[in-house]
Nanobody
Framework: QVQLVESGGGLVQAGGSLRLSCAAS????????LGWFRQAPGKDREFVAT????????YYADSIKGRFAISRDNGKNTVYLQMNSLKPEDTAVYYC?????????????????WGQGTQVTVSS
């Protein structure tokens, strides 16, 4: 079992930055693939980024490539999402997710564990 708790969301102006954190419980955190997703009102949950157990495999959605960066610190059981050059269309609830079954998980149904989400609002 893994429990995930996101933090770091908030209100920011367009062009600004935020860093989201997701703290995990569980002794096997370092073996999990981790992902970030987001969901805007009235829209489906959307893949943002994923990172494998040691950071050797990272993949980003085209919509955020070059602006966002995912990283992890296995010693702190934490995964991060650094978000730069934020746009109003980045406004959403951001969720972190974890799964133990290998890398390259780009779809929400491929993750077994989810956090409660943190709101990011980008004003124009």
């Amino acid at each position: 079992q893994v429990q995930l708790v996101e933090s770091g969301g908030g209100l920011v102006q367009a062009g600004g930055s935020l860093r989201l954190s997701c703290a995990a419980s569980g002794r096997t955190f370092s073996s999990y693939t981790l992902g970030w997703f987001r969901q805007a009102p009235g829209k489906d949950r959307e893949f943002v980024a994923t990172i494998d157990w040691n950071g050797g495999s990272i993949y980003y959605a085209d919509s955020i490539k070059g602006r966002f960066a995912i990283s992890r610190d296995n010693g702190k059981n934490t995964v991060y999402l650094q978000m730069n050059s934020l746009k109003p269309e980045d406004t959403a609830v951001y969720y972190c997710a974890a799964d133990s079954r290998g890398p390259w998980r780009l779809k929400a149904h491929e993750y077994n564990y989810w956090g409660q989400g943190t709101q990011v609002t980008v004003s124009s």
